[in-house]
């Protein structure tokens, strides 16, 4: 019989001293014992491998395509945030020739006076549009599996977590759009049904749909659909796009990088287990923690390797590999022990080996930085002092990072 949560809890391990042993399978080692050496190799043949592993056995098959994508323009104010951005919000519909439909509403923010279009931090929020921003009249989204709004009193309570306003003074768009609306994030099996998977299984029980398919994979699958919304949006430069996410979303964040290669820059904050940390350490949260939790945000498979993570064939940092040569950034926190922050920045170090078959260093170093020190390269890291949560210091650095980038 699986057990509670509580027993769960009283057992996870917060001693450095009692990390297991353990070996970690490189992602350039081939099924037939050879080793990928070259880029070429790399691109061409094993990545297909890996990201095909990942598919099957963590977080299942990205939704397909609708049989039509539709973008309806809400409403435009050309004075939002002091006058300093233009502001959207575009309903996103998937129609399907079976009459089937779901839509969902992102959120964008442009600089106002912006020269040239501008690149594009996307990222899905927690509570809904109108908690992420200050700005009275946005629209409420975010709605649980009955439709109800989930909060409906919460403008504004989480604008920390996304910094618009000085996100547009530094030059750059920013979109978002709910999670729930996506994949309501619920323990039920109505959940299926009521995402976007209900577009293309309407009829298949949740458990056959658990099978190959997770929430994680629904909520990637809205990021690149955001994506495909805003190459349609000439006031905004989507070649140069920025994803991002903090905890279960910090993990959606680096799947969809690791899905679609038309993310120029991937940021994974407080990420943790099923994210950037690796599992064969079962240090915090540990593979039993988060499948009793929310068993659907990954494939049913994965269950099998409860309190058996060093059986694992693979760990996160292959999922970090996925991402090469393209820069990718991790970011933790000091009381975050839950996301184990030094299993996520092993995760930089281990996935380095493939960066360098492109010419590049990735995280060039095997020392954890200190808090507040960020280290800086195609592979980032840094550590915040503070709890689980995204705010103005860990901006700081994705904005340096862009601006390195993108050359602003």
């Not at 600089?111 to 929020?125: I, S, Y």
């Not at 998977?197 to 309407?202: E, I």
């Not at 049913?300 to 040569?325: C, G, K, T, V």
């Not at 170093?365 to 592979?379: K, L």
């Amino acid at each position: 019989m699986p057990r509670s949560q509580e027993e769960i809890r009283k057992d996870i391990n917060y001693d450095e001293s009692k990390v297991p042993v353990f070996k970690l399978p490189s992602p350039l080692e081939r099924p037939d014992g050879g080793r990928v050496t070259t880029a070429y190799e790399w691109v061409n043949r094993r990545r297909g491998e890996v990201l095909d592993f990942y598919k099957k056995e963590v977080y299942g098959q990205l939704p397909p395509r609708p049989d039509r994508i539709r973008f309806e323009t809400l409403s435009v104010r050309d004075n939002a945030l002091g006058n300093t951005a233009i502001r959207k919000e575009i309903r996103i519909h998937f129609e399907m020739n079976s009459a089937r439909s779901h839509s969902f509403v992102m959120l964008l923010y442009i600089p106002k006076n912006a020269k040239l279009p501008p690149p594009v931090f996307l990222g899905l929020n927690f509570k809904g549009n109108h908690a992420a921003t200050d700005e009275p009249d946005v629209m409420m989204t975010g709605r649980n599996i009955a439709g109800e709004l989930l909060e409906p009193d919460g403008r504004g309570n989480q604008v920390h977590r996304w910094q618009f306003r000085e996100t547009i003074q530094c030059g750059y768009a920013s979109a978002t759009a709910c999670y729930h609306d996506i994949y309501p994030d619920f323990c039920s099996e109505e959940g299926w049904h009521r995402s976007v998977y209900g577009l293309f299984y309407p009829e298949e029980p949740a458990e056959s749909i658990h099978k190959h398919a997770s929430s994680i994979s629904a909520w990637a699958w809205g990021l690149s659909r955001m994506l495909d919304c805003l190459e349609n949006e000439p006031s905004v430069d989507a070649s140069k796009a920025v994803v991002h996410g903090h905890s279960r979303l910090g993990k959606t964040a680096l799947w969809a990088g690791a899905t679609d290669p038309r993310f120029r820059l991937v940021i994974s904050n407080d990420s943790g287990c099923g994210g950037a940390a690796l599992f064969k350490r079962c240090f915090g949260e540990n593979l039993e923690a988060i499948l009793a939790l929310a068993p659907y945000w990954f494939v049913s498979d994965l269950q099998r390797y409860i309190n058996n993570e060093a059986a694992l064939p693979f760990d996160q940092h292959w999922l970090i590999s996925l991402i090469a040569p393209r820069p990718v950034c991790i970011a933790s926190a000091t009381g975050d022990l839950w996301a184990d922050p030094k299993g996520e920045f092993l995760s930089g170090v281990y996935a380095s080996e493939v960066y360098r078959l492109f010419g590049a260093e990735g995280l060039g170093t095997e020392t954890m930085p200190p808090p507040d020190q960020p280290v800086t390269g195609e592979i980032s890291y840094h550590l915040r002092t503070g709890k689980h949560d995204q705010t103005r210091e860990d901006w700081l650095h994705y904005w340096d990072l862009a601006g390195r980038l993108f050359g602003r």
